[in-house]
């Protein structure tokens, strides 16, 4: 009943659900930009938990290409919500 | 004996990853939260490692923990120098904390019964039988640089598309970069020696994509850590070649290759990134080729432009 | 016997590891602190490498191992000093010339 993907699976679950309320809280922007991808990192969590077959059998490799993916695309996208935080910054200081 | 110490190791690994998650988002300084992220990263690493996921172990400490981290770590150093001053401090509304607790509570619920419910009773082979079974005619060994290049090749152009749209918005907000200080002995003979090893490791990671843990995105990845590196210790260029068209050309020619090939063999005849199978080993490693290159150069750009930087005049847009 | 050999090579790594996180916990002063996880945490990589080296008896293995110590030994020092250069211009204030 206590298999390994379900333990990672519900720690994925507890860390998405956190990270996402801190994300919707009033806090400062980096924090959340963290909480962000806190919760990215619990969502690949629960894809390579589910994605793994026990200790004999290769794990499924579908679930390692989106999680592969996904890192490389969260990346991108923290860096394009600090520009554009920076360049919101600039415009208002500068009114 | 054997399964105790695993889910001993276990139990370690994840409450070392929660404890991280929690502290890295409640501690009231945000650099101590930054630097709580990045052990978070190094113990999630371990955890795809020990999940049987060393392709994506390498990607996340790579780019999930490293550049991440460094990115986070400039835009607060920014963030310091000018701090905003339109930032709202009204005080928080209590109706609207309660409903957010209440509606987490309830998101946890749904879907730990979801994960539950579904490793029971919905247990599904998956398409990882039809991965393994067509494994020997997809050109490589690796099953994770198969579905990325071969099987899913289709996502995975997508993907660089994604990685090329996100760079052409953080440059189109024209940001300035403010270089670094030239860095001291100690920080400059590190560099010297590093450099050309990441470079090696890169291509090295590269190559052997096709059959161990590695590929384009891990060798892009390494590359770019490698011009953060310069870029901290003060060459401001960060690696990048100098002139422009060069610039541009390196940025473009993941998504080029892509297209050409799977254009071209359409041309041939087959459908788009159809690859013939005698074909598809070099095929693959030139995709990977141009994607680590592309990767790599839209990765700097990406940290480059998060850099902290008073606009003292408006220089002309240097991508 | 080899398996014995690293197991031990092993368990004095890690009691320098220990070693090296109890000083980060409870000596008073960055400096010292600074001291004690950069010793200590490269001399217990160190041995476990060993230790792992000689389980594992393949030359390739090996050579990745040593230049994973070697790496380490690298960026720890340097980070090392950084961190110290820059606690140190906190302290005294900027280099004027």
């Known amino acids: 009943m206590l298999s390994v993907p379900l333990i990672y699976g519900l720690a994925g679950i507890l860390l998405f659900t956190f990270a996402l309320r801190v994300a919707l809280s009033r806090v400062a922007f980096l924090r959340r930009v963290l909480a962000i991808n806190v919760a990215g990192a619990g969502i690949f969590l629960v894809f390579i938990a589910t994605a793994y077959k026990g200790a004999e059998q290769a794990a499924d490799p579908v679930p390692h290409a989106l999680v592969l993916t996904g890192i490389v695309v969260a990346f991108s996208a923290t860096a394009l919500a600090i520009a554009l935080a920076r360049r919101l910054n600039r415009s208002a200081d500068n009114d | 004996m054997e399964t105790l110490i695993w889910n001993l190791f276990d139990v370690l690994l994840l409450t070392a990853l929660l404890a991280l998650g929690w502290s890295a988002l409640s501690t009231s300084n945000l650099r101590k939260g930054i630097a709580l992220f990045i052990a978070f990263g190094l113990v999630l690493s371990l955890i795809w490692a020990r999940l049987k996921a060393p392709d994506i172990a390498l990607a996340e400490a790579a780019i999930g923990t490293g550049l991440t981290g460094a990115l986070l770590l400039a835009a607060l150093r920014d963030e310091e120098s000018a701090p905003a001053e339109t930032s709202v401090q009204e005080p928080g509304n209590r109706f609207y904390a309660y409903l957010l607790m209440l509606v987490t509570i309830i998101l946890t619920l749904i879907l730990g019964w979801g994960l539950i419910d579904a490793l029971m009773n919905r247990q599904h082979p998956g398409l990882a039988y039809d991965v393994f079974a067509q494994l020997d005619q997809s050109g490589v060994s690796n099953p994770v640089t198969a579905v990325l290049l071969n099987f899913r090749a289709y996502d995975t152009f997508l993907e660089l598309a994604v990685l090329l749209a996100a760079v052409l918005g953080i440059r189109s907000l024209n940001i300035t970069r403010q270089p670094y200080l030239k860095a001291g002995p100690v920080l400059s003979g590190l560099t010297v020696w590093l450099v050309p090893v990441l470079i090696l490791m890169s291509a090295y990671l590269l190559w052997v994509g096709a059959h161990a843990p590695g590929g384009a995105f891990q060798a892009g990845a390494v590359l770019a850590a490698a011009g953060v590196l310069l870029r901290l210790s003060g060459y401001p260029a960060a690696g990048l070649p100098a002139r422009l068209l060069i610039r541009r050309a390196f940025m473009i020619i993941g998504v080029l290759v892509f297209a050409m090939i799977g254009l071209g063999l359409m041309v041939l005849g087959r459908g788009f990134l159809d690859y013939p199978v005698a074909w598809s080993g070099s095929l693959i490693l030139l995709i990977e080729t141009a994607a680590t290159l592309s990767i790599a150069t839209i990765l700097i750009m990406a940290f480059l432009a998060g850099e902290s930087g008073e606009p003292e005049h408006q220089e002309k847009p240097s991508c | ?97």
């Not at chain 3, 092993?10 to 916990?25: H, K």
């Not at chain 3, 600074?34 to 090996?62: F, P, Q, W, Y």
């Open chain 3, 1 to 97: 016997m080899t398996e014995l050999i690293a197991i031990a090579l092993i368990t004095v790594g890690l009691m320098f590891f220990i070693a090296g996180s109890i000083g980060l916990l409870r000596l008073p002063d960055l400096y010292s602190r600074l001291h004690a996880l950069t010793k200590a945490d490269n001399v217990g990589l160190g041995m476990m490498i060993l230790g792992i080296i000689i389980i594992s008896g393949d030359l390739l293995t090996s050579l990745k191992l040593i230049l994973v110590w070697l790496l380490v030994l690298a960026s720890s020092a340097a980070s090392a000093h950084l961190i110290a250069q820059r606690a140190r211009r906190r302290e005294r204030g900027l280099w004027k010339p």
